[in-house]
């Protein structure tokens, strides 16, 4: 029996908006349920992360430590679905309906079997493992078999990343918002329960999040086992044909890479701000967090704009391509000064929600964050330039401009500061402002270069 692929009227609806209504209703329709997403996702893991608190400090220090060593191994299936959706939204802009749905298909099959071979690879030697990353003895004691319960959360994780790309593309934006709020409160509900009520420890904590990772999945099921719909997953449809997985693969590795190096980048940072003692790596952390809530939104629209590029790639809608990329930096710019400058506005306030009485903490945390504003605009730039290149399949130049920003803005200039200058501890909210004004300012320069030649190439005007 034939493969079928066919669009319901919403999709078909989705994609005529996408290739001819305003570009601007367009981005702010995609856009605005992610960006209000990611907000909501950065307050959200405050919150979990004072639940955690209040076990101990060390389940605290070993979260904070586990969770970079997850960002590595989620990297793989998060790089992945980034990749791999940029071409389901080509093909889905091009019309090629039957390719949409094999390159779904073989989509989860490949996360599925990533996932399950990292898990092979590594719970068997968990411990070996968190000692070959460096882990100190003390929070392999607290965290091993949190670890473990991760690695089954990623799993899962990788499959429900699939599915989230896969609406992604295909505009269901709302529906991301909504489930993913969901997954949330799923999360903090079981995580406040066996906290506060059970008085359970940090394993707990890990069981929450897999119960709330599954509850997507049940959704992801739901909703990816739909008849003949072109964005459906079909045994059938999985296909190792190079047409199908090759230019998936080929757009994902410079991702994953991209995503993994920044991970292990952030760590080295961390460990170069423990000459200030333990209250600055907090502070920098805490200043990470008050800046995630101005640059998380402008992801959201990233990830939107992104797949809508692509679409009108595929379509041969060049001069709609450029329009996103506009429409998405005015976006993203007003994003960050309005937000940033609220944020500065009531810094005081801010700072004194983690100061945990201490005014000398407080104060870190302010001097930090001050710095790292600067950079709110000029990031709110360079992440339209990120969907500009990931829209047309330019991974390999957003892997050199994110490990730029750590490798080349960060690193060696914070090394500079710490021992050819005498500015202190401010050389830590300093290099932050360094490396997100100097990666918009390398964003904006290969931007310039990829629109001159997409001009002259497609005949743009």
Known sequence: ???????????????????????????????????????????????????????????????????????????????????????????????????????????????????????????????????????????????????????FVMVVNFLNGVYIAVERARGNARRIFLLNIAVIAVKLSFTAFFVYVLESGLNMIAVASLLSELTMFAFALRYSLIGDNAFSFSHRAISFDRRVTLPMLRQSLPVIAEKALFAFGKTIVNSMCTVYGPLMVGAMGVSNNLGGITTNPQNGYEQGSSAIISQNYGAGRFKRVLEAFYVTALVNMLLGAVVSGLELWQLRFLSGLFDGGSEAFRGMIAMVYRYEALGAVPLGLNAAVMALLYGLGKTQLTLVLNFSRVFLFRIPVFWFLQHCTSVGEKSVGIVMMVSNISVAVAAAAAAAVVIRRFKREYGVV
């Open 1 to 151: 029996m034939a493969i079928k692929a066919e669009l319901n009227s919403r999709d078909r609806s989705f994609l005529d908006m996408s290739l001819n209504a305003p570009m601007w209703k367009v981005v702010l329709y995609v856009g605005t349920p992610l960006a209000l997403y990611q907000g909501l996702a950065m307050l959200f893991t405050i919150l979990d992360t004072m639940m955690a608190s209040h076990i101990s400090k060390e389940s605290v220090s070993a979260v904070a430590y586990l969770a970079q060593l997850n960002l590595l191994l989620s990297s793989v299936g998060g790089g992945l679905a980034v990749g791999a959706g940029i071409q389901i939204s080509r093909a889905y802009g091009e019309g090629d309906f039957l390719l949409v749905r094999k390159r779904v298909s073989s989509l989860y099959a490949i996360s599925l079997g990533l996932g399950l071979l990292i898990l092979a690879l590594i719970l068997p030697f968990t411990g070996s493992f968190l000692r070959l990353a460096g882990t100190p003895e003390e929070l392999i004691a607290v965290g091993e078999e949190y670890f473990s319960i991760q690695l």
